[in-house]
């Protein structure tokens, strides 16, 4: 037993989590690891446990887009408001009036792939942006924070992404993943609607909420998450699934197998993507303290955004190598992918809110897979 398994026995008995699931692999043949760690008054949690991966969807539903690109039915840069007119007919928000009505002003730049794949088209969340909040609108009628290309705000672009796949393929979302993502993959424990398939559903385990911070986090069967209801597949927060599952995609992109992607369409995903302006907006949004739970802001750390997750552009994190690719989900669920250190993997827990206890827990991790790898500085 190492000691990243002795942390994780400790964690899931004294009530950190009630169940985590890790898996890493490296190039090199010394990282290859999968664990299934459970609380004894819990559910049971094993490799197979199937989770709500929240924004972790993201990640697949950029891959589908990209295979788009592949395909010739879209480009990154032409303008898909043809395709996405209910988002395309939103404006620019100037203001909120004391009733929730918003003033907006023309939208003027175009409605791009690649802005909504990289969180820089003006979508956002109304739980993390003050003004979005009091417009009385439903998530996907909200208006646009700036201009498309000009800013960069944590939003519902990547549910907009999923669409524009809906359309071009004239398959839902869900049916696309099975066919070109799952399918290619082996992988067959991933769905947007659990309930429609009893092999999935039994596997799955309940969400788990802290409501004190140095308290247990307590499972909840039957308590509204993020995917309680949805009757559509939303590509940014709405897919479940096991952790193998999703380690098969990220290692397929890890070792560049083109399982899913040519070579040179995954080499995209590892390029920053941003301009300066929407750089300095995703510096200042990673900054802030919900963020810092996500993942670790050491000072210095120069950031990007890939075609698929957070990019680490400098080489001033102890691990981290130049080009690494990441991003997490709200129920303290992790990803990455270091093409330069060999190395990748995936943390999965049912913990909401991700929190500072959680945060340990996955640096621990992602250090060990590095130190197993012989790739700290």
């Not at 788990?208 to 949805?230: C, H, M, Q, S, Y």
């Amino acid at each position: 037993m190492t000691s990243l398994d002795d942390l994780l026995e400790s964690a899931v008995k004294d009530g950190t989590a009630p169940g985590i699931v890790v898996i890493a692999k490296d190039k090199d043949g010394k990282v290859d690891f999968a664990k299934a760690f459970s609380s004894e008054s819990g559910t049971p949690y094993n490799l197979d446990t199937v989770m709500e991966v929240s924004s972790m969807t993201k990640f697949p539903t950029s891959i589908a887009a990209l295979q788009l690109v592949e395909k010739g039915l879209v480009t990154l840069d032409e303008d898909v408001s043809h395709l996405i007119p209910s988002f395309a007919k939103q404006g620019i928000l100037i203001s909120v009036s004391d009733d929730g009505t918003p003033t907006v002003r023309e939208r003027q730049n175009p409605i791009t792939l690649r802005r909504l794949i990289t969180h820089s088209s003006g979508a956002g969340y109304s739980f993390l942006d003050d003004k979005l909040s009091k417009v009385r609108a439903s998530q996907f009628e909200l208006p646009l924070l700036f201009e498309p290309g000009e800013g960069w705000a944590y939003g519902t672009g990547i549910d907009r992404v999923g669409h524009v796949v809906e359309k071009l393929t004239s398959l839902s979302l869900e049916e696309y993943m099975k066919e070109n993502i799952w399918g290619p993959l082996g992988a067959n424990s991933s769905t947007f609607f659990p309930d429609q398939d009893p092999a999935i559903s039994a596997r799955r385990v309940p969400m788990a909420f802290r409501e004190d911070p140095n308290g247990p986090a307590v499972e909840k069967p039957g308590a509204p998450t993020i995917t309680t209801g949805l009757k559509l597949c939303f590509g940014g927060h709405g897919l479940l699934g096991s952790m193998p599952d999703y380690f098969k995609m990220v290692y397929s992109l890890l070792v560049d197998d083109e399982k899913l992607l040519k070579k040179e369409t995954a080499a995209l995903m590892f390029q920053p993507q941003l301009t300066p302006a929407s750089k300095k907006e995703l510096h200042r949004f990673m900054e802030t303290p919900n963020m810092k739970l996500m993942f670790p802001s050491p000072p210095h750390v120069d950031r990007d955004y890939g075609l698929g997750g957070l990019l680490i552009v400098g080489d001033e994190h102890e691990y981290w190598r130049k080009g690494a690719l990441m991003w997490g989900g709200a129920a303290s669920l992790n990803w990455f992918i270091d093409r330069d250190a060999g190395v990748c993997g995936v943390f999965g827990a049912q913990v909401q809110p991700s929190d500072a206890r959680m945060r340990k827990l996955i640096d621990a991790f992602q250090a060990d897979v590095y130190r197993q790898a012989g790739k700290l500085t």
